[in-house]
């Protein structure tokens, strides 16, 4: 096949153990999803889950045991961390059912899902879309994907974020109001999952803004670290 124009390289992301990257497809993304965190947002109570998605080139990958530069997005003042763990989707289905959603599941890794909260909050008073807040270049620092079977603890570890640091947030993933595998059953009942497919699962309590020349380090006991430094 031949293209009328140059044809953009997939995004993709690095495999613990392996040359082989993992091919991102696209970025699914959970919104509030640890009580603590709704709650600092303003909300309260368990609701349904809700989606939003980022592009896969939004995906910023972070070699193995190296720090990747993230540069500070235009337009904003109030550039916020949330880190997540993060589910790479292996094979694809539609109305999994949360009892086989882990067969589809190639593997987990820790990311940030940057927000550019000045630009989020504008958009929630006006009832507008949030792309403008979460869309963005670089917006999905990620590290290298481990595999399933070799990340075992990852849906109930201890998951932190230090800036320059120092502890900014610190919760473990047992806490999520929607676990792993119902966030499969009601993602999928509204797309069809596809291999490739990111899951950015939801941040706990203890977002900020960070700056140029800050150095964040998300960690998930029993995961690849990632460290990104603001330029
Ligand atoms: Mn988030």
């Known amino acids: 096949m031949s293209f009328v124009i140059p044809q953009p390289a997939?995004?993709?992301?690095?495999?613990v153990g392996q040359e082989a990257r993992f091919p991102v497809h696209r970025i699914y993304c959970v919104g509030r999803n640890y009580e603590d965190h709704a709650k600092e947002m303003g909300h309260t109570g368990r609701e349904a889950p809700f989606f939003?998605?980022?592009?896969?080139?939004?995906?910023?990958?972070?070699?193995?045991?190296?720090?990747?530069?993230?540069?500070?997005?235009?337009?904003?003042?109030?550039?916020?961390?949330e880190v997540e763990l993060v589910v790479a989707i292996g094979k694809g289905g539609s109305h999994i059912r949360a009892a086989d959603a882990h067969q589809h599941i190639y593997g987990y890794a820790v990311g940030l899902d940057m927000t550019r909260r000045d630009l989020q909050n504008d958009m929630k008073k006006q009832g507008r879309p949030w792309c403008i807040g979460k869309g963005f270049e670089h917006s999905a620092p990620i590290g290298p994907i481990t595999p399933a079977a070799q990340a075992p603890g990852a849906e109930s570890a201890a998951i932190a974020?230090?800036?320059?640091?120092?502890?900014?947030?610190?919760?473990?993933?047992?806490?999520?109001?929607?676990?792993?595998?119902?966030?499969?059953?009601?993602?999928?009942?509204?797309?069809?999952?596809?291999?490739?497919?990111?899951?950015?699962?939801?941040?706990?309590?203890?977002?900020?803004?960070?700056?140029r020349g800050d150095v964040l380090h998300g960690t998930v006991e029993g995961l690849a670290p990632l460290t990104v430094r603001i330029v």
């Open 10 to 15: 997939p995004a993709s992301v690095a495999v």
């Open 52 to 81: 939003f998605m980022k592009p896969a080139d939004a995906v910023l990958a972070a070699a193995p045991g190296a720090t990747v530069d993230m540069p500070y997005p235009t337009l904003t003042a109030n550039l916020h961390h």
């Open 161 to 211: 974020l230090q800036v320059n640091g120092a502890d900014r947030q610190r919760s473990t993933v047992s806490k999520l109001i929607w676990n792993i595998a119902e966030t499969i059953e009601q993602l999928s009942a509204a797309w069809t999952l596809q291999p490739g497919d990111l899951i950015y699962t939801g941040t706990p309590e203890g977002v900020g803004a960070v700056v």
